[in-house]
């Protein structure tokens, strides 16, 4: 009895998800699914400490975090059907906390209403298909360029926690000190997971980090964790608070405020789907299928994440973890929503992945990613030239939506300048003067 009922269960995952028409089971996908998690797991956190110096409660943050991350992998997952996890974004939490709070002198109660109001703006755009549109109208090129910047991006997120890279006043960065015990835990972790990878293991990104956290335990590198599971933290500090600020949005300070939340989470999500996607072998003529549903997940989950008490939530770049190790369907995604909700039962287990613990990861999905670099016609400068700026912007500039921007900055002027003007499409016309007016508005 029970076996058929495990054996009907699996059929109708199986249709529902597609498993077996992507060529994919739910072993795979379980693996995929949690392997995403624990490249993510960091963001449950770093994220608290980020919004903490707001102000805001950490323990709520905490919570909130992995119950947004949650509901947006879930709509992701079951209605998109992609194998994308969102959780709150790091360039925006550090916007929203250094730049908006802090510097601008907006408190948190009024920023998490705004975010709220530029998730609905989100979810407008991509409901009336505006977005899905302008996705599919940035070119090729452009695409895998973003594809392969935002591997050179994580790669150097991952770099810095191994302390591998550190900053240097006179170079802006530099090399750092390899013999720290944290930094070499890391080396032993790219190591170990590339040798996994190089043998040709599917979970390797997922099994290297389970012998990097191991080693860093059992060398007193990572403190063994204290217990195993803990009481959830009260949500009550944060969760609601943004209704009490509706009425103090309306300022032009806030249109700014709400308009760049919008912004960097529109291109940082578009970039992200489409960079996953091409990885997974998802996009079609370079076009993403369901593009507008997997943005309305991405905007749900800004809305409810707002409401729980966290800044911007939106598809996560660490997806293509969970993809190198072959999650092809939403299923990976359900998987790595119901560890962020288990996540806020067993907290003290999450401080062994450290980020010495998931730099690996970051590093050697930077290096799928960047194999986009092939697909990119060099020797038509008109093309390499924009697509060159997208990558070497992302790392350099530590931001994703910078990227994008500098491509479709460039990319019309050199058309143009080429006298290929009637090649490009009017939306990227119109993208253009988005981005100048963006980049008028950092001046
Ligand atoms: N795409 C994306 N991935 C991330 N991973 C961690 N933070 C981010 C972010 O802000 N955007």
Redesign the pocket.
Known sequence: MGRSRTAVARRNADQYFGLSAAGTTVRTEVVGGVTTFLA?AY?LFVNPQILGTTGMDISAVFVATALAAALGSLVMGLWARYPIAL???????AFFAFTVVLVMGIPWETALAGTFVSGILFFILAVTGVRGAIVNAIPLHLKFATGAG?GLF?AF?GLRNAGIVVESEATLVGLGDLRRPETLLAIFGVLVTAAFLIRGFKGGVFYGMIFTAAAGVVTGVIAAPAGVVSAVPSLAPTFGAAFGSIGELFTAQMAVVILTMLF?DFF??S??LIAVANQAGFLRNGELPRANKALMADSVATMGGAVLGTS?T?????SSAGVSAGARTGLASVVTAVLFVLSIFFSPLLAVVTPEVTAPALILVGVFMATALGDIEWSKLEYAIPAFMTVAAMPLTYS?ANGIAFGLFLYPILMVLKGRWRDVHPITYALFVVVTAYFIWLM
Not at 314 to 318: A, D, G, L, N, P
């Open positions: 993510m963001i959780a709150p974004g790091m360039g925006l939490n935002i994580i997120i960097v940082d999500t970039g992200t911007t939106t598809s996560y770049i660490e994703i």
